[in-house]
């Protein structure tokens, strides 16, 4: 079991999670074993601790992950530890060897990790994290290319909705009536009132036979056709509430034996049983009295929960404390016991624990947006808590059947036919699920994958282009029916196969792996050389791609690497770009942390690739939009090309990519397979985004709405897709229909927040164009006042109306007798619209009334620098010493923004320090204008 849980970690690292069960069954069982792993787990701990303290005094050599590897000492000095001190458990503790047995063997588990640079070392295709050097193999095993983890903050409502999303997709997992089941080992326990002893588990058995019977009529409803009933999903959701609470009460009441019996294990005295009982219940009542504060905020903020769902989430919190209670009445008139003992309700608890800790304390630490798209990638995180569930549902069907045993006697057709039902009746309720449930459809699409080859067709048709489409018809259809269908095909040429040994830029997950399969597995098109735009950043996939191709064509080195980032960080200084980022200088390396950041410099790099591989063709499937390929981007089927020239999106050209999807849209939604196939909505709608971003750069809007209106069909979920959309409905100032298509959208996505913002962002834009409206009017009317023209040039920034933003711009900065602090304004406007010549007119207006501000004078001079004028830099630096002297010579020196000026000998001498200075206080006006 230990070598397993090892090997499991190498595969999924939440596993460890579990380690919380597994300590708690030792406790239960064992309390001396127990006591022997908490000291040699102390030892472990040790290890963990003297890295931590390390990296903290910056001894980056003695900490493990950050040392030589395996070519230096400390790495084998903390391998050595790691075996010698349960070896040391062995020799010195009561229970040393079992303990040392499962830490050794655990570690063995966890040492397959070494097959990773192995396998990496065969330069295979798919080679994460390039593990073969030590720096690669601790990015794979570290997760270094996923962001930092920031747990969610237990005390707050985001949580309690995180929890709340976390029990519906079990809910819709196993099925209502299933979860019931799961729910029944827990409620074997029985109170004694006035002598009569009450079982809770008949109670709670028979609730969960009627919720199998409500849910049976609500499933044939659905099949003959018939509206689903509200009160029908009402009275059976209240039923199963009332069984799940019986359940809660149980658990919190073995628990409380539990720690009666692990006290006394451990003291004889009664005292320590007592301080743990009260510490215990008073975790508990404070946790409840928190999160019923929390929930009566949501109720009075309407925070989407509704009176009913808030009630049922107190009554969960409540009840549970009966428990507690009901333990100590163990006299009568009320006494509270539990059927199973021992090791059967230990287990049990063990599994309950284990169940919280990969549930639970996994959505604290992953903290989960709740939109649908975050929860769909995610879900698959859930499989071990529904493997800890379905293990509760086996116990509840057998202890179901051992019921039915006892009250039908020996009846053996009512014996037979309840086993009959215990066989069929979990599955036949999940492949009803699967059939009719339209919540879970519409979210997650069915299960089923026979039959769906629309992965085939993503990356076949991509590479061959209109050949691959025939292809694949003539093979999938009888022959009559093929050429009926490649007769409607609208263009027989259109989209043409991909040129030979063209560089790909795959940047989805799909737009990266299938084409993968197809290349290196498939045989289709090996001359394609696929790189995934997404990862470019990443030094460690740019040595899997200089492995791959780099003797063929040029792929960036290290240096050139290098040179991106700083080219990065130097746009970023000097106020060209927005940083999108964290960014840190240390020890002379620029890390950044933030994917609007990253994605900027892998569209530098990607830019690098183009620009030194003039003989190739390039191609791109998307995934973050890289602003620089829109110029020379043009339709191609599926994906796009990336032409050598700017392309020209002619007439021709667009109809016949109108024509192809016109033609694929009706196809795939025609077809009951992808209507069911949530993966290859989202991935075709994807695509189909691709190409209506483009019209929309490039001014087309009719296309583009056309365009995304059939993204938005194809997955009618995609966030991409119904925002853009509505962007271009914004761009034409259709308010309305912008909205319409939000308010659409927030149905089907209610826990979304970003859609309440984005409509909120729809209202501003409205009440920005009728106030650009009134002041346009006022400019007409020749009675505008500087202030208000000021609001105008910022509303048409807001608004992204760029040529009357630069016209109204060029009008205000002509004029030459404004106040100082007007030019600062428009300045301030012209570096966040990233208008570098607007800022120079605004800053050399600014310093011709203000010359005795250095900071203006230097602000000046990094925007010379950045419009490629280092001789006007210089001059402005001049300026700014001239009235700024020693403080300003000191700054300038430091300021990197001013370092492509660090050799010229006429900044040397300018910035130089001098003997005597007086000192010299900057105003700070233009503090960080540019930064």
Known sequence: MAFLFGLGLTNHQTLLFFALALALGILVRDPALFRDFLIVGAGLFVLVVANVVFAKIDKPDLVWATSAGPSGPVFWIYIILAIAIPLAGWALLPNGRAVAATILLAELGVSFYLYLPFASDQNPPMNWGYPRTWEGFLHAVTRGQYERITPTDIFTPKFIYQAGAFLADLRRQFTLPLVVGGILPFTMWEVTLGGRRIRIFSIAFMLALAVGALVSVEMLLAVLGAPASMFLVTLYRLIAAVAVLLGAVGVIGKLMQMVEGVCRQTVSKHTLTAVVYVAVLSLIVLALLFYEFQLVKLLVAGGGLGVGGALVVLAFMLLPAVGVALHFLQRDPVRFAFEPHDASRSWLLTTVVGFFAVGIVFIIMWNPALDVQTLFIGRVQFIQSHT???????????????????????????????????????????????????????????????????????????????????????????????????????????????????????????????????????????????????????????????????????????????????????????????????????????????????MQINGILARMIYDHNPGHEFYVEESYVIPWMYEFSEPHGLIVKISRQPSQLTPELVAKDRGFWNWYCKRLLADKKFKRDIVARKTFSKLRVTIAGLYAARGLLDEAELAFRQAVELYPLSPEANFRLADVHLSRGRYGDARAIIQKFLEGDPNNDKIREFLGFIDANEASTRRVSEIEQQVKDNRIEINAALELVTLYRRLGRWQQFDRMMQDLLSQPNMPPQVYLQLGRLAYEAQRIPLLDMALTRYTTLQPDDPNGWIELAGVRLALAKPDDAVAALGNAVRVGGQQVRDRLRQDQRFAPLHTRPDFQQLVAPQAQSAPVTLPGTLKNLLR
């Open 388 to 598: 800890l569930y379905a293990l509760w549902l086996g116990y509840g069907l057998v202890l179901g059947l051992s019921m039915i045993e006892v009250v039908v006697g020996t009846v053996k057709a009512l014996r037979w036919g309840a086993v009959a039902a215990a066989l069929i009746l979990p599955p036949g309720l999940m492949l009803w699920q699967n059939g009719y449930d339209q919540e879970l459809i519409h979210m997650f699409g069915g299960a089923e994958q026979n039959g769906h080859d629309f992965g085939w067709q993503f990356g076949d048709w991509q590479l061959r282009g209109a050949e691959g489409v025939r292809e694949y018809l003539e093979e999938t259809m009888p022959p009559a029916e093929f050429e009926k269908a490649w007769a409607e095909y609208p263009d027989k040429t259109y989209p043409p196969a991909m040129a030979s040994n063209a560089v790909f830029f795959g940047g989805t997950d799909p737009g990266r792996f299938v084409p993968t399969y197809m290349i290196y597995s498939a045989k289709i098109r090996s001359d394609v050389y696929l790189i995934t735009q997404n990862a470019l950043a990443d030094n460690t996939y740019l040595n899997v791609m200089r492995d791959l191709y780099g003797d063929t064509i040029w792929i960036p080195s290290v240096f050139d690497s290098n040179v991106a980032f700083q080219n990065y960080f130097d746009q970023v200084k000097a106020g060209q770009l927005a940083a999108g980022a964290d960014i840190a200088l240390k020890d002379g390396r620029i890390s950044v942390q933030g994917v609007q950041g990253v």
